[in-house]
């Protein structure tokens, strides 16, 4: 049965807490799956689903997330490995379709890249009323600033000799967020269906900088797949019509496929 989770910020904020120490970078070509096999068994024993945000890697565990960086225009995601290949020489990352679309390589089919397992330690500062019947959430004043991350031995019987690890010379990034509560009522502009709770901040975070405070994101728990949903929404805006004049101005902004949605629906 398919059930909305209301509490956002809790989940938000340990997929954030989720880091991975950074062991090496690597440069090589990546492609992506074709539709054909949508369906079939990877490596892992996971069937491939063009809509997951996952990989194929020749030697990485099986569940690592490394992130997938164009050194062309930069752009990057984050993705699970779950297969292996490609093996082709040049080549060190297959993505799936979802993970394509989202650096704009479908188009081109194949681009250099870089690829790093994450390791950026994020802590996120969550405010939010999680009582009351909602799925939006409003994302507001995203703020970021390098620091290390520590683990404090303050709550330590005195005498206990406590290890304290510090994360030094790696991207760490701490950023404090203010989740609220939306109202579902009025239309909205759906830009962005994510899988992975790791690539709904840099989306939320980019919309901001051109819809300040119209930001909104519905999660969904498909408790059958044991998996979440995150619809990344511009809005809320009175009428429909108000709505087809932002889709249009983000459709220009590179948001393609972005199409107005009832909010009392979500």
Request: charged share 25%; net charge positive; with cysteine.
């Amino acid at each position: 049965m398919r059930q909305i989770y209301y509490a956002f910020a809790a989940l938000f904020a340990v997929a954030l807490l989720s880091s991975f120490m950074l062991q090496k970078e690597e440069y090589g070509k990546a492609g992506y799956y074709a539709d054909s096999l949508h369906g079939r068994k990877t490596a892992s024993g996971e069937k491939y689903d063009k809509y997951e945000f996952t990989c194929a890697h020749k030697t990485l565990a099986f569940g690592t997330k490394i992130r997938v960086t164009r050194l062309d225009n930069k752009k990057s995601v984050v993705v699970r490995v779950n297969d292996r290949g490609p093996f082709v020489e040049g080549y060190i990352t297959d993505l799936s379709r979802a993970a394509a679309e989202e650096i704009d390589l479908i188009k081109i089919g194949v681009t250099r890249v870089k690829v790093e397992i994450v390791g950026a330690s994020a802590t996120a500062r969550v405010a939010a009323e999680t009582d009351g019947n909602t799925s939006l959430l409003t994302a507001r004043t995203v703020t970021k600033s390098a620091s290390p991350a520590q683990y404090s031995d303050e709550l330590q019987p005195a005498g206990t000799k406590v290890a304290v690890a510090t994360v030094e010379n790696l991207p760490t990034e701490l950023y404090s967020i203010d989740v609220q509560k939306s109202r579902k009522e009025g239309f909205g502009v759906q830009v962005s269906t994510l899988y992975d709770a790791d690539n709904v901040l840099p989306v939320v975070k980019k919309l901001q900088q051109e819809w300040p405070t119209k930001v909104l994101v519905s999660v969904e728990r498909d408790e059958a797949y044991n998996k979440n949903t995150y619809r990344v929404v511009i809005g809320p805006f009175t009428d429909s019509k108000s709505a087809a004049v932002q889709q249009k101005v983000a459709a220009r902004k590179g948001y393609k496929g972005c199409f107005v949605v009832d909010l009392t629906g979500m």
